[in-house]
């Protein structure tokens, strides 16, 4: 059965979905994150709490292959009965990417899933941030640092190959991010919301049902 993530009335965010391992992994990353999410008749938004401790991107353009330089955080979105799929990044210093999976993708190299859509309108915020860590019974342990995000992914994007969007239409989405922590790039921590079984982020039939909340 398929998580079920809501959607508030924007400006108003839903709950605080928490970043997790794959099922098939033990423990819990090193370094948390999650992720909420809002709708209005404009679009969708998303907003990303992410604690990294060292902030790595080494590709400050747009339209990139942004997990292979650096941390990123990963929207993929899909309606519930379509084949097609949506996957953006944000990164740290405020980056964006959107590849689209088309409903046939048979034949085509992942340079086309970047390049080859029209879809361009996807906006991105990023900023970094430090804070006390709640809870904490260390006086003199290190705040939390790392960075926010905040993700807008328009209507005209959304309902482009005839998808409805509001209260009642049906739609999936999946989160993922890319936690460096070494400067060579090696050995990231992947974590995602919802928790997938295994550590492959398309997986799209594990992917959570976004509620649309009419309040």
């Not at 709490?49 to 990963?74: A, C, M, P, T, W």
């Not at 989405?173 to 550590?199: H, Q």
């Not at 039939?205 to 309040?215: F, G, N, T, V």
Request: glycine share 6%; with cysteine.
């Amino acid at each position: 059965m398929r998580p079920v993530f809501n959607a508030a009335r924007y400006p108003q965010f839903g709950p605080a979905y928490p970043f997790a391992f794959s099922s098939d992994r033990d423990g819990c990353p090193q370094e948390g994150a999650s992720v909420r999410f809002a709708w209005n008749e404009s679009g969708l938004f998303v907003q990303a709490e992410l604690e990294d401790s060292v902030l790595i991107q080494k590709n400050r353009q747009n339209e990139q292959f942004h997990y292979q330089s650096g941390d990123v955080f990963e929207l993929f979105v899909k309606p519930l009965n379509e084949f097609y799929c949506w996957e953006m990044y944000a990164t740290p210093f405020g980056n964006r990417t959107t590849i689209f999976f088309p409903q046939n993708c048979e034949g085509m190299t992942l340079d086309q899933f970047l390049k080859d859509h029209p879809f361009q309108g996807l906006e991105v915020t990023s900023t970094e941030f430090s804070k006390p860590r709640e809870n904490s019974r260390v006086e003199a342990q290190p705040p939390s640092r790392g960075w926010k995000t905040q993700m807008f992914v328009p209507i005209a994007q959304l309902t482009a190959l005839g998808a409805g969007w509001g209260d009642g239409t049906e739609w999936t989405v999946f989160c993922g991010r890319y936690n460096y922590n070494s400067d060579d790039l090696s050995d990231p921590e992947l974590s995602m919301a919802p928790a997938l079984s295994a550590t492959n982020y398309h997986l799209v039939d594990e992917y959570a049902r976004l509620k649309l909340c009419a309040e």
